[in-house]
């Protein structure tokens, strides 16, 4: 079945790690993106892409880095966790820009980083 | 730049009762509104968009460029419409999808 994936759905890790956040869709979609999420307040969008090999950064400042080597594959990387990055992290996917693509979202990753 | 508000962090109604979700936004262009709806322990799902004008679980919302407002309404409450809603702005200049905060809807018994 085509949907998107993330994984893990919970990491807890300590200050200074370096971590990978999982996302992948089967649905064949060019556009990808990340949005950041704390508790009760709006998503803001740190990195998008428009198809393979491209990336670019969101609204909203992020220390994290994304890459795009295949179309199903979008992962998000933090080179050293800190604190100041705990928060939920959610990955969607839509099949064009604007009104007719509507975007598609998976289940999220909740990061807390001790 | 674009900008989403949504006014209410909450809002509780009784079943059977009508419901309006405030969206109000900023934006230099032509807008393209979205409702996205999040139920409990589920991901965040497209609910309906204002280009198609339609009804969907009997919500609909209808955009009032005079007033910058697409507001989602549905004339009767039900229980299964407890969840967090939030308003999307798609900006075609920059191509990007820009949400509010979002509303908690809590329909009581």
């Known amino acids: 079945e085509a949907d998107i994936y993330q994984t893990p759905r919970y990491l807890v890790i300590g200050t200074g790690k370096k971590i990978t956040l999982e996302c992948s869709q089967t649905m064949g979609h060019d556009k990808m993106y990340w949005y950041q999420q704390d508790p009760g307040m709006e998503l803001h969008l740190i990195h998008y892409?428009?198809?393979?090999?491209?990336?670019e950064k969101g609204d909203l400042s992020s220390e994290s880095t994304v890459s795009r080597i295949r179309t199903e594959h979008f992962p998000l990387t933090l080179e050293s966790a800190r604190p100041s990055h705990t928060s939920q992290y959610l990955c969607a996917s839509s099949a064009g820009t604007g009104r007719n693509s509507p975007l598609h979202f998976g289940n999220g990753t909740r990061l807390t980083v001790t | 730049a674009q900008r989403v508000t949504q006014p209410e962090k909450l809002l509780s109604v009784f079943k059977g009762a009508p419901v309006e979700l405030k969206c109000n936004y900023s934006y230099s262009g032509s807008p393209e509104l979205f409702w996205y709806v999040q139920y409990s322990r589920q991901r965040l799902q497209l609910l309906l968009r204002h280009i198609s004008r339609e009804s969907i679980k009997g919500f609909t919302a209808d955009l009032n460029k005079g007033e910058t407002s697409f507001h989602l309404k549905k004339p009767f409450a039900q229980e299964e419409d407890s969840a967090m809603y939030y308003c999307a702005l798609y900006s075609g200049g920059y191509q990007k999808v820009t949400f509010g905060t979002g509303t908690k809807l809590q329909v009581i018994p």
């Open positions: 892409s428009y198809g393979v090999n491209s990336t």
